[in-house]
């Protein structure tokens, strides 16, 4: 049964940095795009970043291209989220998702609904 298990968040001051893992247990791994999600308290939780699952393909939200970054390392399984010049309204518990049902390396999407497996989350909190 494919899982994926967020790390990596925490408190940090206004323009500071946090790297988010993701790390997925299956072994086809490579075959399916991952996305990065937020949701912020009372808000809709947000689109942030996806990538494909050959790592060819990588599209951001609008509020954090050039800030973030997403990569994979799919030797290890695992998928990341690095996040620079964070700014208060960035808070958020951040999630990973996954697309199991897609065999594509190409593939990726942007779209919440997409996702068929979600990790728990994990809390960054940006202090001004």
């Known amino acids: 049964q494919v899982q994926v298990v967020e790390s990596g968040g925490g408190l940090v001051q206004a323009g500071g940095s946090l790297r988010l893992s993701c790390a997925a247990s299956?072994?086809?791994?490579?075959?399916?795009?991952m996305g990065w999600f937020r949701q912020a308290p009372g808000k809709e939780r947000e689109f942030v970043a996806t990538?494909?699952?050959?790592?060819?393909?990588?599209v951001y939200a609008d509020s954090v291209k050039g800030r973030f970054t997403i990569s994979r390392d799919n030797a290890e399984n695992t998928a990341f989220l690095q996040m620079h010049s964070l700014k208060p309204e960035d808070t958020a518990l951040y999630y990973c998702?996954?697309?199991?049902?897609?065999?594509?390396?190409?593939?990726?999407?942007?779209?919440?609904?997409?996702?068929?497996?979600w990790g728990q989350g994990t809390q960054v909190t940006v202090s001004s």
């Open positions: 998702a996954a697309k199991i049902s897609v065999r594509s390396g190409s593939y990726y999407s942007t779209s919440r609904d997409a996702y068929d497996l």
């Open positions: 299956g072994r086809t791994f490579s075959s399916y795009p």
């Open positions: 990538i494909s699952g050959n790592g060819g393909n990588a």
